[in-house]
């Protein structure tokens, strides 16, 4: 299941990219800026919007740190930005003066590649920000390039088709003709690359018009593209199953985006929208036998259980719990103690706030073990409904534990953290009659 939970509208113009860092989201546009946003509430930073390119901005992107964004614009420059404070770090002019199209970081950041109109692609070195090596394509304008997750390699897409692959020291290594109608992006999937050899592979179809936009998921398990048919699609990258087909943007969809260790998509659009999606973690977990709901929890790998933090909003987590190897069986047995002892957690809210997620989980298997129908329990409080109510979001709620949220949270929707769209909870006799009945034949 995917969730529409936010649509920022804050551009003046078309989208061109979005990019994510482990806290912060950037997108922009043809506006000529670049707005940064906080992925705890999505809510912009108080020194967005960027500005500073005279043209249109094409394509921006985090380092790995996150400390430093690039973006690149028809003003044939490069500008860095300190993502703490919103400064400038350096500017840097393309040697042509051309249009950069395009920016990336090798992921060690030891140097930054800007792909230009005139088929020109740049090394910078990171530390001095001074130019390290040039090169350059046959035909085209260079308009995509993604790193091999090792760094050794990287490739650029050109707007007449041709894929270049480069090594680390700018000497081309390979190019051929991909697409007959030019190349929009590219991008690596994470899992590792022992050497070097370029095969076609598969065609992933179910777009009606051209493809503008791709990117793997983090674990390199879900690969999305966005067309000018203003769909977004979902693909299972091994088997080419559609998963997913998201069709809330009103004009082309020019950017996708995933965020890095995390279940977020974040699309952009020539309608000046980003739409951020939340993908649900059961859905994201093939292969788990959903009649098994304790066998499905305790069985979750390392992985999944960063996953379940991130959901839970608990991401800077994730890096100690496999640093101890916490898994689904070690996850449900998490103690005060252990917490503290074992994970050197110091901090009592972080502390009590783990242990009152793994509660609610444990709640949720028992209450799916016992055979109690998910739609019955209320999502706040995880436990069967006794008066249950209607809110404007459309879900169903225990009356007194919305009451209380609403009370505490305003208008927001614990669901899909957007604003509720009224504040009236409307009994739902049907769901209540269908609880009592189930109670009725289960409790004698």
Known sequence: MVTLIRA???????????????????????????????????????????????????CCCFSPSGHVLASCSTDGTTVLWNTQTGHILAMLNQPSGSPVRVCRFSPDSTYLVSGAADGTVVSWNMQTYKLFRCGSVKDGSLVACAFSPNGSIFVTGSSCGDLTVWDDKMRCLHSEKAHDLGITCCDFSSQPISGFELKYKCTLSGHSAPVLSCAFSYDGQMLVSGSVDKSVIVYEPNTGSILHTLTHHTRYVTSCAFAPNSLLLATGSMDKTVNIWQFELKAHCQGRPEDEPKQFIEDWSEEEVSLWLCAQGLKDLVNIFKMNNIDGKELLNLTKQSLTDDLKIESLGLRSKILRKIEELKVKVEALSSGIPDEFLCPITREVMKEPVIASDGYSYEKEAIENWISKKKRTSPMTNLILPSLILTPNRTLKMAIDRWLETHQK
């Open 8 to 58: 920022l509208a804050d551009h003046g113009d078309d989208v061109n990219y979005c990019a994510f860092s482990s806290s912060l989201l950037a997108t922009c546009s043809l506006d000529k800026t670049i707005r940064l946003y906080s992925l705890n509430d999505f809510n912009e930073l108080p020194y967005s919007p960027l500005k500073c390119h005279t043209y249109a901005v094409h």
